[in-house]
């Protein structure tokens, strides 16, 4: 296994891409029924608010992903927001979810975003010494209340 490095990333466009890519996702996202639904849902995600996904692969098959929006906010400017990032476990702590969080990153500067945000669940505590490696500050609680 070689460590990935920006020029390792893909960008998700076509049907079959989205479908490759479906089992990472659903790692994270289990409540996602079926690929089918979670191309909907990325379709009308990417029509509405810009969204994205990257990905790294190793051996030919993907083994992380990370969805993102660039969008502009009263409270932060432009900023640019990640929606989903996830490894197998088998990749987690091999650079893979690192170069796409580098590769981020690098994307919001390049764009001009003033900020770079995400919201990570109270129980991912390895999550949270990852970001806190890369430089990310925790600045907020996220409220929610299921309806």
Known sequence: MVRPSKHDIRHAERDEDFARVFPIMRVL???????????????????????????????????????????????????????DLVALESHRGKGFAEALMRW??????????????????????????FYHRLGLAITSFHFARVL
């Open 104 to 129: 981020m990153l690098e994307h919001a500067k390049a764009e001009g975003c003033a900020q770079f945000h995400l919201d990570s669940g109270t129980q991912r505590l390895p999550a949270h010494r």
């Open 29 to 83: 996202r289990p409540q996602l029924a079926s690929a089918e639904e979670f191309l909907s849902r990325v379709r009308r995600q990417q029509e509405q608010s810009g969204w994205r996904l990257i990905y790294v692969e190793d051996d030919d098959a993907p083994v992380a992903c990370a969805g993102f929006r660039i969008s502009e906010w009263l409270a932060w400017g432009n900023a640019l927001y990640v929606d």
